[in-house]
């Protein structure tokens, strides 16, 4: 094995341990981490089956290998900004109506409240 592939593999198993102890703490849903681990697992896959990054590299027409490796970290960036694009756009439309049936609850409360006072203060007099 190459310093390289190496170098990879320890960086993939601290990954992993790293996302393992994310979800531990609750500080990352098992929802969110299947990407994450599939991340680790293409990591370890280009780590240690050498010719795989040439021959996909060969297959999309690249030159360099490293260009179609950070071609491929592009896409999945860009497919991660897409995806908690559209998670953020829900979750913001769910704010906002969550917000709004707050607001008709307390209206709904603070005309039973003043209900109240009226009806104790006619029957006080």
Do not use: C
Not at 8 to 14: C, D, F, H, K
Not at 51 to 56: D, H
Not at 89 to 107: E, I, V
């Amino acid at each position: 094995m190459s310093k390289v592939q190496i170098f990879s593999l320890i960086v993939s198993i601290l990954l992993a341990l790293v996302i393992f102890q994310l979800i531990r703490k609750k500080k990352l849903k098992e929802q969110y981490s299947l990407l994450w681990f599939l991340t680790v697992i293409v990591m370890l896959v280009l780590a240690l089956w050498e010719g795989l990054l040439y021959r996909i590299s060969s297959l999309l027409g690249i030159a360099v290998p490293s260009n179609a490796l950070f071609m491929l970290a592009i896409l999945f960036m860009f497919v991660m900004s897409l995806h908690y694009s559209i998670l953020v756009s829900r979750l913001t439309d769910q704010t906002k109506m969550l917000a709004q049936q707050l607001a008709l609850l307390d209206r709904d409360i603070r005309k039973e409240h003043e209900s109240k006072t009226s009806a104790d203060s006619d029957q006080g007099s």
